[in-house]
């Protein structure tokens, strides 16, 4: 078994605040991320996809046709965009770190069409990430 991974950008606001928490308990909970006129990130996505080598190609799979997907069903949805207002899938949630790789997985897993998607890595900063395996 083989993982292989594409890293991917995106800029992109966003403010995290929950209508029934107090603005002061939000500012508590979220500290920077509250601002309320929002903020950026620039964000980097690290998708790995896990699979057998193809004897024919010596690969897992195009890594070409896995940035194509990922920029279409995600880069493009995001990048340079509001996520608290302007991304249809994060609507109605708190844009965190954690429930945007959940919404990234949801989005990508089932059109992975060579291999499987073992782990998504959403970087908020260069010091916070996170991971998710799907469960
Ligand atoms: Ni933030």
């Given at each position: 078994?083989?993982?292989?991974?594409?890293?991917?950008?995106?800029?992109?606001?966003?403010?995290?605040?929950?209508?029934?928490?107090?603005?002061?308990?939000?500012?508590?909970?979220?500290g920077?991320?509250?601002?309320?006129?929002?903020?950026?990130?620039?964000?980097?996505?690290?998708?790995?996809?896990?699979?057998?080598?193809?004897?024919?190609?010596?690969?897992?799979?195009?890594?070409?046709?896995?940035?194509?997907?990922?920029?279409?069903?995600?880069?493009?949805?995001?990048?340079?965009?509001?996520?608290?207002?302007?991304?249809?899938?994060?609507?109605?949630?708190?844009?965190?770190?954690?429930?945007?790789?959940?919404?990234?997985?949801?989005?990508?897993?089932?059109?992975?069409?060579?291999?499987?998607?073992?782990?998504?890595?959403?970087?908020e900063?260069?010091?916070?990430?996170?991971?998710?395996?799907?469960?």
């Open positions: 078994m083989i993982y292989i991974t594409r890293r991917l950008e995106f800029c992109a606001s966003h403010r995290l605040y929950n209508p029934k928490f107090s603005d002061q308990e939000n500012a508590e909970i979220f920077l991320c509250n601002n309320p006129n929002g903020h950026g990130h620039n964000y980097v996505l690290e998708v790995t996809v896990k699979g057998d080598v193809a004897p024919d190609t010596g690969m897992v799979l195009d890594l070409k046709a896995l940035k194509k997907l990922i920029n279409h069903e995600i880069i493009d949805k995001v990048d340079h965009k509001n996520l608290n207002v302007d991304v249809d899938f994060l609507k109605d949630i708190i844009p965190t770190a954690e429930n945007i790789a959940i919404k990234f997985w949801e989005l990508i897993e089932p059109k992975i069409e060579n291999g499987s998607l073992h782990e998504l890595k959403l970087y900063s260069e010091r916070n990430y996170v991971v998710y395996r799907g469960n």
